[in-house]
């Protein structure tokens, strides 16, 4: 069983950067590929950013490449999502999510198996 933690969540102005974090436990984390998502209300959860296990392989939104940046360290168990230039429409929960996989990159909510408990970002304009 993996338990995952997000950090780094909070208010910032527009234009302002946070990096979150997700602190992996009770698995071989480097046989995960790892992905966050975000979900604002009314909203479906969404893809925002994926890495495969090795972090070799990223895959982003298309409306979020520029500004959003996935990476991990596999020696800390951790996966991060750099987020820049935020706007009041990256306002949502992001959370992290985990399945195992040893070869790709997953960008499909449903093929996650393991999720966080989220973390809150909000931007004010």
């Known amino acids: 069983q993996v338990q995952l933690v997000e950090s780094g969540g909070g208010l910032v102005q527009a234009g302002g950067s946070l990096r979150l974090s997700c602190a992996a436990s009770g698995g071989t984390f480097s046989r995960y590929a790892m992905g966050w998502f975000r979900q604002a209300p009314g909203v479906e959860r969404e893809l925002v950013a994926a890495?495969?296990?090795?972090?070799?392989?990223?895959n982003y939104a298309d409306s979020l490449k520029v500004r959003f940046t996935i990476f991990r360290d596999n020696a800390k168990n951790t996966v991060y999502l750099q987020m820049n230039s935020l706007k009041p429409e990256d306002t949502a929960v992001y959370y992290c999510?985990?399945?195992?996989?040893?070869?790709?990159?997953?960008?499909?909510?449903?093929?996650?198996?393991?999720w966080g408990q989220g973390t809150q970002v909000t931007v004010s304009s």
């Open positions: 999510a985990a399945v195992l996989n040893l070869f790709s990159v997953v960008v499909t909510v449903h093929e996650y198996t393991y």
């Open positions: 890495i495969s296990r090795s972090g070799g392989s990223t």
